[in-house]
C-alpha cells in the first residue's frame, strides 16, 4: 500500500465536564459570620489587654497615655474592620458574577457518542509513527465491531457480523472487509510491515463505512 502523505491531526473536542450538583452558595453568611467574630475577637484582646495595663500603671498620666493608645487602637480597629468588610463584599460581588455551569443530566445520544470515540481514535494519526500504526488499527476495528454489536447485528465474530451487515446490501461493506482483514493479518501475522500509511489506508474505509451508517 502506498503511503499518503501524513494528513495534520487535530485535537479530540474536550469531554463535557463532569458533576454537577447545587449551586447555591453560603459563603455569603460565612463572611458575616467571619466579620463578627473578628469584632468580639479583637473586643475582648483588647479588653484584657487594657484591664492589665490600667492596673499596673495606676496614676493619672498612665491613665491619660492609655486613653490616647485606646483612641488610636479603636480608629485603627474600625479602620481595619471597614477594610475587612470591603474587601469581603467585593469578593462577594465577584462570585456572584462567575458563570453558572450547567450539566445536562439526560443520555448523550448514541450518535454523539461514536463521533467523539472516532474523533478520538483518528486523531492518534496527528503523532502516529509506522510503531504504533497497527495498533491504530486495531483501535479503530474494535470501535467499529462494538457498534456493530450495538446494531444488533447477528453473529458471534466481527467476520458474521459483517456478513450478516452485507446480506443488508450496505453499499460501503467491502471498505469495512479490507480494513477488518488488514486488522486480521496484524493479529495473526504480527505488525511487522505494517506502516503509517496502512494506518491511514484503514481508518479512511473505516471512517466512509461510519458515515454511510450515519453514526459519525
Known sequence: ??????????????RPP????????????EMW??????FILGALSFGAFTLGVESFFANAFWH?????????????S????????????KLAAFRKKEPEVLVSTEPQPQGARYSYEWTRVKSGLKDASDANAALLVIEADSLVDRILKDMKLPGETMGERLTAL??????????????????NQIAHEGAKGITYGDAVWALEKYERALKKLDVI
Open 78 to 89: 474600625l479602620v481595619f474592620t471597614v477594610g475587612i468588610v470591603y474587601v469581603l463584599l
Open 33 to 38: 459570620v467571619l466579620i463578627i467574630l473578628l
Open 166 to 183: 452485507g446480506e443488508q446490501r450496505f453499499e460501503s461493506i467491502d471498505d469495512l472487509w479490507e480494513a477488518h482483514k488488514l486488522r
Open 64 to 76: 491619660r497615655f492609655i486613653l490616647w493608645i485606646k483612641i488610636i487602637a479603636g480608629t485603627l
Open 1 to 14: 500500500m502506498a503511503d499518503p502523505k501524513k494528513p495534520p491531526g487535530g485535537k479530540p473536542p474536550a
Open 18 to 29: 463532569a458533576g454537577g450538583g447545587d449551586t447555591k452558595d453560603y459563603r455569603d453568611v
